[in-house]
């Protein structure tokens, strides 16, 4: 079904103190300067210099009495006016060019008072030039004279101005004051100054230097920050600038730090700004309109079926719902701001229009709620709401069949029927509690008592996230406000069933702000290390087995969402990566059959080491750990082998011992992995005493003599009784000694004899006695002619007579 863009009548003026001036102004009056205060209650009408009397209205919707002001030839109207928004009601802030700002309320009776009047120039010689009142604050931009920045040539004419802020403080009165002043910059153009309701927009106009007339500058107070952006050059720089700091820049000094904003490029050729919440809207004198983000990045949103006629044209920008409204003349055009199609197109009975965004949210009435999200339109006909509506015949789901139809979709993902759930078998089958129980609150069956306790705690929590929300809105404290915003997304997603949509919303969050998104994770799993570098956790098992669920082994997750063990594995290898190996090993030791632990598909730790990415690019030593921390005998014997590579004797070692006895075979694979490099090499010599306590004590002498001689290296030629210099020295039996005396620590066996080594492995270690020497005698060469061919001369052998 096509939706169809409308005009809907809010009110026909006749509402509004003063209607019959109002009809008169925005009839008669082209050029009028139209603001709408923050609550929709007042319109204020501010007409150009030279204009006939009034040149000021302010008129009141429902009771209250009209504000009018004329100034005499000579005393020029102010510059500009806001509504400032205040803790009861709004201010009516009024500045002129001389520098002279004027704070108006509404008090309790009927009528408006004066406030405070002050001068935002104090020091005397300067003249504003434009003014703006973003978020509770007033921005103006002052040119200042000869006397005040002295003396200027040319060239530094240009940069006579400065920006400054003051913002409104809390006083005794119903409405706050103006507050100190701030410079924000010093040294620079003249800024035509736009506001939203968060970002400010200093942007060039028809007087700006041709050098600087591509910049544009974007102030987020919430954030403390400006970026300087030039659109046509695809350039951004931040920098940091918060008054409650101190922070100020010298515009000259400001650009010749930030690289290529000076190369030379044409000037913005633009024929209307709009701020709206997405950013500020610009339309070229071709009919294309673009978007400039809080964050300085340009997008163009689309062209215009008709460009502007000339610079004088008529034109007004907003957007609603996704959707661009221009009005040109006496043509409302609405465009998708998405794709930049042409939705639809309307031609309307006048060309005096103007479009007003809709009150700020939580400062509506009653009929402003029932038409919220569309823009307001506002001619000498009346005030009008554009938005889109459904066709006729459509009518919204009532509240107890969205339960049973969101009900059918939530079983029939857990169903193994092949036939799809309907909401008639729903409401007719007593298995299905659940909607039933829901749809029964709905209708009222339950007491408002009782219903009030049941969402005691769910009304708790949205009232706390609504007052959240007016926090990140009015911009106070903006970082901490979104740090707590996403605690609480998280901490409700984890409560939910992570597929689907839920899914890709905390992939969302984990990626966007991943410290608060842990925090939250944190929490719910009741994290705390203890004194051994493990963690322990007092989470119900409901909750880790909503973390532990992922995907099939072999799958990969559509669009790369992550599952929740995978998410936060990436987090915490970013954040904390010396607590991904105990994360692991907890999880494993919480996982039950099916929730990726103990269950069919993956082991958990390679599901973690599948997030540090293709094996031979994970980082070593975190990889090593995940391997020693899983307990699979694969991955330790995987872990061992590495350490082995490294040389690392001790800590594989410690790695086999830490085993304990309840995985004898895990540590007997180790021992002799060990032990083969014991024989090959000496460099395990000094870790011999843990080389025994590994030892299995099953292992009999000659297992353990045969395993030595199978990695024995190949002898090249007859043995030595010394290694060749700067050879490896062999194994010899007093290294053997120790390892052959922990095969006996169990005790000599009783029986045969089982080898003919035994007689050597429980000798007492006492060494034979010495047979008894008789007297010596001289053998002659003589005596045995053999000898002479080896022996020298005059020199005989001693023998043992033994007969």
Request: charged share 20%; glycine share 10%; proline share 10%.
């Amino acid at each position: 079904m096509k939706r169809a863009g409308t005009l809907r009548l809010l009110s026909d003026l006749s509402d509004f103190s003063g209607a019959a001036r109002l009809r008169e102004l925005l009839a008669g009056d082209p050029a009028v300067r139209v603001r709408w205060s923050p609550d929709g209650r007042h319109l204020l009408l501010l007409r150009h210099p030279g204009a006939p009397a009034p040149q000021l209205l302010v008129a009141a919707r429902g009771p209250g009495a009209e504000l009018e002001r004329a100034w005499l030839p000579g005393h020029p109207p102010p510059l500009d006016a806001f509504f400032l928004p205040g803790p009861a009601r709004p201010a009516l802030v009024l500045v002129w060019g001389s520098g002279l700002a004027e704070v108006w309320g509404a008090g309790v009776g009927p009528g408006w008072r004066l406030l405070q009047s002050t001068e935002l120039c104090p020091s005397g010689g300067a003249r504003v030039v434009a003014v703006a009142a973003p978020r509770g604050r007033l921005v103006w931009c002052e040119e200042c004279q000869a006397g005040v920045e002295g003396r200027l040539g040319p060239p530094a004419a240009a940069f006579s101005h400065r920006v400054c802020v003051r913002a409104l403080e809390p006083s005794g009165e119903a409405v706050p004051t103006l507050g100190r002043t701030h410079i924000l910059l010093h040294h620079c153009p003249g800024f035509g100054l736009l506001a939203s309701r968060r970002d400010l927009f200093l942007v060039p106009t028809a007087t700006t230097w041709p050098g600087v007339a591509h910049i544009l500058l974007v102030w987020s107070p919430g954030k403390g920050k400006v970026m300087v952006s030039a659109p046509n050059l695809g350039l951004v720089h931040s920098k940091s600038l918060n008054p409650g700091r101190g922070d100020t820049w010298d515009f000259r000094i400001l650009l010749r730090g930030l690289p290529g904003l000076l190369a030379p490029k044409q000037p913005l050729t633009v024929h209307t700004w709009a701020p709206t919440p997405q950013g500020l809207l610009l339309l070229d004198f071709r009919g294309t309109v673009s978007l400039v983000h809080s964050h300085g990045g340009t997008r163009p949103v689309g062209t215009l079926h008709e460009a502007p006629v000339g610079p004088q044209g008529s034109a007004a920008l907003g957007t609603f719902h996704g959707t661009l409204a221009c009005v040109l003349g006496s043509t409302l055009e609405l465009l998708d701001m998405g794709s930049g199609l042409l939705l639809e197109r309307k031609v309307l009975s006048t060309d005096r229009v103007h479009l007003l965004e809709p009150p700020a949210p939580g400062l509506e009435d009653e009929e402003e709620l029932e038409a919220r999200g569309g823009l307001r339109l506002l001619s000498a006909v009346g005030l009008f709401r554009v938005g889109w509506e459904a066709p006729q015949g459509f009518e919204l789901p009532s509240a107890e069949d969205l339960v049973f139809e969101e009900a059918c979709g939530y079983y029939q993902r857990r169903s193994l029927r092949g036939t799809q759930l309907t909401p008639e078998e729903l409401r007719q089958n007593s298995i299905f509690r659940a909607p039933q129980a829901l749809a029964s609150i709905l209708q009222g069956h339950l007491p408002p008592s009782a219903l009030l306790t049941t969402l005691r705690v769910e009304l708790r929590d949205y009232r706390a996230l609504e007052q959240l929300k007016a926090q990140l809105v009015a911009g106070d404290d903006e970082e901490a406000g979104w740090t707590e915003l996403a605690e609480l997304e998280v901490a409700r997603l984890l409560r939910t069933e992570l597929i689907g949509d839920q899914l890709t919303q905390l992939n969302t969050i984990f990626q966007a702000l991943p410290t608060a998104a842990w925090s939250a994770t944190h929490r719910a799993l009741q994290l705390q290390p203890d004194g051994d570098g493990r963690l322990r956790s007092q989470a119900p098992p409901d909750v880790w087995k909503k973390v532990l669920g992922g995907t099939a082994a072999g799958k990969e997750s559509p669009g790369g969402v992550l599952p929740p063990f995978e998410l936060l594995c990436q987090c915490l290898c970013r954040l904390e990566p010396r607590w991904l190996p105990p994360f692991v090993e907890l999880a494993q030791q919480q996982g039950g059959p099916g929730w990726g632990a103990g269950g069919p598909g993956l082991p958990l730790y390679r599901r973690a080491l599948a997030v540090l990415g293709e094996e031979g690019a994970r980082p070593e030593a975190l990889e090593l750990e995940l391997l020693l921390s899983s307990g699979r005998p694969k991955a330790m014997l995987q872990a061992v082998g590495q350490l082995v590579q490294k040389e690392q004797w001790e800590r594989a070692l410690e790695a086999g011992l830490a085993l304990g006895p309840s995985s004898p075979l895990l540590r007997s694979e180790i021992f002799k992995l060990l032990l083969s490099e014991f024989a090959r090499h000496r460099r395990l010599d000094s870790h011999l005493p843990l080389l025994c306590r590994l030892c299995p004590p099953d292992l009999a002498p000659a297992e353990l003599l045969l395993l030595l001689r199978t990695h024995l290296p190949d002898e090249g030629g007859p043995p030595t009784p010394f290694p060749e210099p700067g050879a490896e020295p062999t194994l010899t039996v007093g290294l053997l000694r120790a390892l052959l005396e922990q095969t006996r620590a169990q005790g000599r066996p009783s029986g045969p004899v089982l080898s003919l080594y035994e007689d050597i492995l429980w000798d007492p270690g006492t060494p034979p006695p010495t047979p008894p020497r008789g007297p010596m005698t001289t053998l002659q060469a003589a005596d045995h002619p053999g000898l002479e061919a080896w022996a020298p001369s005059g020199q005989g052998f001693c023998v043992t007579d033994k007969s």
